[in-house]
């Protein structure tokens, strides 16, 4: 594989649904090695790894992309064409990416009972397998399990072509990548290192901005407080030289008008007032080109909702089929009004149908459980779109307001011909909270969300009083928000869930 080299030359894009572009003039250039592409949801990450392998081509501007391109989306809904000859491939190097991915041979032929991380894995193992030159992967590390992403870390480094990395995993970013494209629409900037040092360059960066908004704010301050004391002046100097209301033989008073005409002393603070006038728009100027960031109110409030019944559920001790002659055996299970609890265990031990089962059961007033599943089609991503331009407007004002707490634009989203998978998670939450529910289950909730999304929905959920249900790999993340904990482990025959706090 030669030396392959993705560049983008002055880079305009848009969706025919947005009112202004998407990217505009973006130049950048991706080296062999890992680039990581950081921002927040819609801001257009996917599309540029879409872009970078070709699938999307730019309105102006240029994108060479040197040979064979993949890329990776974050959904997993179809198999990869090549994974068959895969399972099947004796070549060393398949093989090791199998023992290393942890793909099993029957794969191929049962992709609709596989775990979304079995998927992802899977996907990523055929894309490694057909050395591209240009690899773009979207959130690698969504559905999978802590050993899972150790196998994958571990496999990704043997990629040896131009790799986009777009991903919430702070680990993995400072372990592969070289430098990372963080992404402030409608442009991105390219930080050397990865997500923490290119995140802290970024910090100093807006650091040193303020400040100079700041010396630019207190000059443009000052100079505005002379000008108006100088127009006074000026103003007094223009009454003191006229001689109107003088009395005709008032001869001294009108001499010394005269002379301070000749002598010019009677324009003096009107030239001032010029001078100081051309500064002061030089100083509003600079004022105008010191911009920052806008600082988002973050964080959403959760209106007081909570159950009056003593249970929000009962289940009484059974088990479920998860195919292949395996079972997933659970005890008697409950949730009281105020319960948090935590769903884990490694991929395809039966988290998310033990979630379907737990849904199907319940007796929880119509409106007053909000789910949100691991994945959630396109055709279902643009219905939950569309029923939201559908709400009333004070309905729809008050759940835009929970999407921009979470970290998204409204106005963005809204324009979009289809949400991206971490805004279509926004927005089923938004619509969730207006109802004020009794119990929120979410599968994965943190899956393609940016890391500042994470953090709103961290406090979003800490500030909710009622129930919570989180099926989740991200430890941090669950620290946080529970007190009890349903643990799947493997054993002969299939699954059992062992419940602690």
């Given at each position: 594989?030669?030396?392959?080299?993705?560049?983008?030359?002055?880079?305009?894009?848009?969706?025919?649904?947005?009112?202004?572009?998407?990217?505009?003039?973006?130049?950048?250039?991706?080296?062999?090695?890992?680039?990581?592409?950081?921002?927040?949801?819609g801001?257009?990450?996917?599309?540029?790894?879409?872009?970078?392998?070709?699938?999307?081509?730019?309105?102006?501007g240029?994108?060479?992309?040197?040979?064979?391109?993949?890329?990776?989306?974050?959904?997993?809904?179809?198999?990869?064409?090549?994974?068959?000859?895969?399972?099947?491939?004796?070549?060393?190097d398949?093989?090791?990416?199998?023992?290393?991915?942890?793909?099993?041979?029957?794969?191929?032929?049962?992709?609709?009972?596989?775990?979304?991380?079995?998927?992802?894995?899977?996907?990523?193992?055929?894309?490694?397998?057909?050395?591209?030159?240009?690899?773009?992967?979207?959130?690698?590390?969504?559905?999978?399990d802590?050993?899972?992403?150790?196998?994958?870390?571990?496999?990704?480094?043997?990629y040896?072509?131009?790799?986009?990395?777009?991903?919430?995993?702070?680990?993995?970013?400072?372990?592969?990548c070289?430098?990372?494209?963080?992404?402030?629409?409608?442009?991105?900037?390219?930080?050397?290192?990865?997500?923490t040092?290119?995140?802290?360059?970024?910090?100093?960066?807006?650091?040193?901005?303020?400040?100079?908004?700041?010396?630019?704010?207190?000059?443009?301050?000052?100079?505005?407080?002379?000008?108006?004391?100088?127009?006074?002046?000026?103003?007094?100097?223009n009454?003191?030289?006229?001689?109107?209301?003088?009395?005709?033989?008032?001869?001294?008073?009108?001499?010394?008008?005269?002379m301070?005409?000749?002598?010019?002393?009677?324009?003096?603070?009107?030239?001032?007032?010029?001078?100081?006038?051309?500064?002061?728009?030089?100083?509003?100027?600079?004022?105008?080109?010191?911009?920052?960031?806008?600082?988002?109110?973050?964080?959403?409030?959760?209106p007081?909702?909570?159950?009056?019944?003593?249970?929000l559920?009962?289940?009484?001790?059974?088990?479920?089929?998860?195919?292949?002659?395996?079972?997933?055996?659970?005890?008697g299970?409950?949730?009281?009004?105020?319960?948090?609890?935590?769903?884990?265990?490694?991929?395809?031990?039966?988290?998310?149908?033990?979630?379907e089962?737990?849904?199907?059961?319940?007796?929880?007033?119509?409106?007053?459980?909000?789910?949100?599943?691991?994945?959630i089609?396109?055709?279902?991503?643009?219905?939950?779109?569309?029923?939201?331009?559908?709400?009333?407007?004070?309905?729809?004002?008050?759940?835009?307001?929970?999407?921009?707490?979470?970290?998204?634009?409204?106005?963005?989203?809204?324009?979009s011909?289809?949400?991206?998978?971490g805004?279509?998670?926004?927005?089923?939450?938004?619509?969730?909270i207006?109802e004020?529910?009794?119990?929120?289950?979410?599968?994965?909730?943190?899956?393609?969300?940016?890391?500042?999304s994470?953090e709103?929905?961290?406090?979003?959920?800490d500030?909710?009083?009622?129930?919570?249900?989180?099926?989740?790999?991200?430890k941090?993340?669950?620290?946080?928000?529970?007190?009890?904990?349903?643990?799947?482990?493997?054993?002969?025959?299939?699954?059992?869930?062992?419940?602690?706090?």
């Amino acid at each position: 594989m030669g030396q392959a080299w993705v560049r983008f030359q002055d880079v305009t894009f848009g969706y025919e649904t947005t009112s202004r572009p998407l990217l505009e003039g973006l130049t950048c250039h991706f080296p062999v090695g890992w680039t990581g592409i950081i921002g927040g949801n819609g801001v257009g990450k996917t599309t540029i790894l879409r872009l970078a392998t070709g699938a999307l081509r730019p309105q102006q501007g240029r994108v060479t992309v040197p040979g064979r391109a993949i890329y990776c989306p974050q959904r997993t809904d179809d198999a990869p064409e090549q994974l068959g000859e895969l399972v099947r491939a004796t070549e060393a190097d398949a093989c090791e990416i199998r023992g290393r991915l942890a793909v099993e041979e029957d794969w191929a032929g049962r992709w609709r009972t596989l775990s979304h991380g079995e998927r992802k894995r899977a996907q990523i193992g055929v894309a490694l397998w057909l050395k591209p030159e240009v690899l773009a992967l979207d959130e690698p590390t969504n559905h999978i399990d802590a050993d899972a992403r150790a196998l994958l870390a571990s496999a990704l480094p043997m990629y040896a072509g131009a790799g986009l990395l777009v991903s919430h995993d702070r680990e993995l970013l400072d372990a592969l990548c070289g430098q990372c494209l963080f992404v402030e629409p409608p442009n991105g900037v390219m930080r050397p290192g990865g997500y923490t040092e290119g995140s802290q360059q970024a910090g100093r960066e807006e650091e040193h901005r303020r400040r100079q908004r700041r010396t630019a704010k207190t000059a443009h301050a000052r100079l505005r407080r002379e000008a108006v004391r100088r127009r006074a002046k000026a103003s007094r100097a223009n009454r003191d030289r006229s001689k109107h209301g003088l009395g005709a033989k008032d001869h001294d008073a009108r001499a010394k008008i005269d002379m301070a005409r000749v002598t010019g002393r009677d324009a003096r603070a009107g030239q001032l007032l010029s001078q100081l006038s051309g500064r002061l728009r030089q100083a509003e100027e600079r004022l105008q080109h010191a911009r920052v960031k806008k600082v988002h109110e973050l964080g959403v409030w959760v209106p007081e909702a909570r159950s009056k019944r003593d249970h929000l559920f009962r289940i009484a001790a059974g088990s479920i089929p998860l195919g292949a002659d395996r079972r997933l055996r659970f005890p008697g299970l409950a949730m009281r009004p105020d319960s948090r609890v935590a769903l884990t265990g490694p991929n395809g031990s039966g988290k998310s149908t033990l979630i379907e089962h737990i849904v199907s059961r319940l007796n929880v007033p119509k409106g007053k459980v909000t789910y949100i599943p691991q994945e959630i089609d396109l055709e279902s991503s643009r219905r939950a779109l569309d029923e939201m331009r559908g709400l009333r407007r004070d309905a729809l004002a008050h759940a835009m307001t929970v999407v921009s707490r979470l970290n998204s634009r409204p106005e963005r989203l809204l324009e979009s011909e289809a949400p991206s998978p971490g805004e279509v998670r926004k927005l089923l939450l938004a619509r969730g909270i207006a109802e004020g529910p009794h119990l929120i289950i979410m599968d994965e909730p943190t899956n393609h969300l940016d890391l500042p999304s994470i953090e709103c929905l961290e406090q979003a959920l800490d500030d909710c009083p009622c129930g919570l249900l989180l099926v989740s790999h991200d430890k941090r993340f669950l620290a946080r928000l529970v007190r009890t904990t349903w643990r799947i482990v493997r054993e002969s025959g299939g699954s059992r869930v062992v419940v602690g706090e």
